[in-house]
């Protein structure tokens, strides 16, 4: 049996714009039981609504800040932001992880956000399957 991202990301995903502060996105972690939201910039223009994804901002970064008042763009990581199809396979998804040492990766289909996967989701995924 082939296992597909779709299968087991976490959707909908919960994202967040450059110009809130900290404290908004600790909070917003809190109240959802989340660990990463993707951040985004959105261009309107009159077919559709675009998300470009500008970074990810995870739990980790967010310990790792002072002020409540700093902006998710100072503490977001932006350089590099991993990505994965929604059709491809949990085995190729968590070698992609493994390689760049990332918890996690954004899951994406035709240009727009359509989940997330996390090293916990590949936990809850193997929980769900017979080891023996």
Same mark, same amino acid.
């Given at each position: 049996m082939r296992i597909r991202v779709k299968d087991f990301m976490s959707a909908p995903v919960t994202?967040?714009?450059? $110009?809130?502060?900290i404290l908004e996105i600790r909070t917003l972690m809190k109240?959802?039981?989340?660990h990463a939201i993707?951040? %985004? /910039?959105?261009?309107? $223009?009159?077919?559709k609504v675009e998300e470009t994804i500008k970074?990810?901002?995870?739990s980790t970064d967010i310990?790792?800040? %002072? /002020?409540?008042?700093?902006?998710?763009?100072d503490v977001m990581t932006s350089s590099i932001v991993h990505v994965v199809h929604v059709d491809s396979s949990a085995k190729s998804a968590a070698k992609t992880m493994l390689n760049k040492n990332v918890h996690h990766m954004v899951a994406m289909d035709d240009g727009e956000i359509k989940?997330?996967?996390?090293?916990?989701?590949?936990?809850?995924?193997?929980?769900e399957y017979s080891l023996e």
């Open positions: 994202v967040a714009m450059l $110009d809130e502060n109240e959802k039981g989340i993707p951040i %985004v /910039s959105c261009t309107n $223009d009159t077919l970074g990810i901002i995870t310990c790792e800040v %002072v /002020s409540d008042d700093a902006l998710i763009e989940g997330i996967i996390s090293s916990l989701d590949f936990v809850k995924l193997v929980a």
